[in-house]
């Protein structure tokens, strides 16, 4: 069935450093992918999102790149700062039945920006 | 914007004992979603929710039962509560024809002595 494995964490790093969180699926054809980020102590967000191959999700800084070649959707931020610490979480939409469909998640990666 | 709201947001249970999550979501979504959330394994689909009245097993349903009595609330009831189950556990919706988006809840911290 479908899946997503993403890198294991914890990554720490310091301010201002560059971040990247490598993900990559399994699946039949080329799926929605998705970032979702969880602050402590709250539910999951979604971050950002690619519909189709090439395509690139961005938002508050993050980015990422639908590749289809290497079946990836690495997530990346130029500059972090304390306030991105959280769990971010890369997930693939698979049909369920005709217009339903289900999240399928990878595991997590929790990141710690220190000051 | 309430969104989607769950109770309680921690729970203790003896393992045996039985337990109602509730959920309840105020976007006029037709899907719904339980997932539980353990260390290094991710979010795992319990159960879903097409529509009001139906409902399907997802990837970890055994020990739980799901009722959607109406378009807002979905429900997951834990009949006898074992070890295994303590997690947290995070309700979801989805609206009909979205580009696959779930919004979630806060969570709910369940522990199972």
């Known amino acids: 069935g479908d899946s997503v494995t993403q890198m294991e964490g914890p990554v720490t790093l310091s301010e201002e450093a560059f971040l990247t969180i490598n993900c990559t699926y399994t699946a039949t054809g080329y799926p929605s992918l998705f970032w979702y980020v969880q602050y402590p102590g709250e539910g999951l967000q979604l971050l950002l999102k690619?519909?189709?191959?090439?395509d690139k999700g961005s938002n508050k800084g993050f980015e990422a790149t639908y590749r289809k070649e290497t079946t990836s959707f690495h997530l990346e931020k130029g500059s972090v700062q304390v306030s991105d610490s959280a769990v971010y979480f890369c997930?693939?939409?698979?049909?369920?039945?005709?217009?339903?469909?289900?999240?399928?998640f990878g595991a997590g990666t929790t990141v710690t920006v220190r000051a | 914007n309430a969104g989607v709201t769950q109770t309680p947001k921690f729970q203790v249970l003896k393992t045996g004992q039985s337990m109602t999550l509730q959920c309840a979501q105020d976007m006029n979504h037709n899907s719904m979603y339980w997932y539980r959330q353990d260390p290094g394994m991710g979010l795992r689909l319990i159960y879903y929710?097409?529509?009001?009245?139906?409902?399907d097993k997802g990837e970890v349903p055994n020990g739980y039962n799901v009722s959607r009595l109406n378009k807002r609330e979905f429900s997951l009831r834990l009949e006898s509560a074992a070890p295994s189950q303590t997690s947290v556990y995070f309700c979801?919706?989805?609206?009909?024809?979205?580009?696959?988006?779930?919004?979630f809840g806060e969570g709910s911290r369940l522990t199972v002595l």
């Open positions: 690619a519909t189709k191959a090439d």
């Open positions: 929710s097409a529509s009001e009245g139906t409902t």
């Open positions: 979801a919706s989805r609206p009909q024809g979205a580009g696959g988006e779930l919004f």
């Open positions: 997930a693939l939409r698979s049909q369920i039945r005709s217009n339903d469909y289900k999240l399928s």
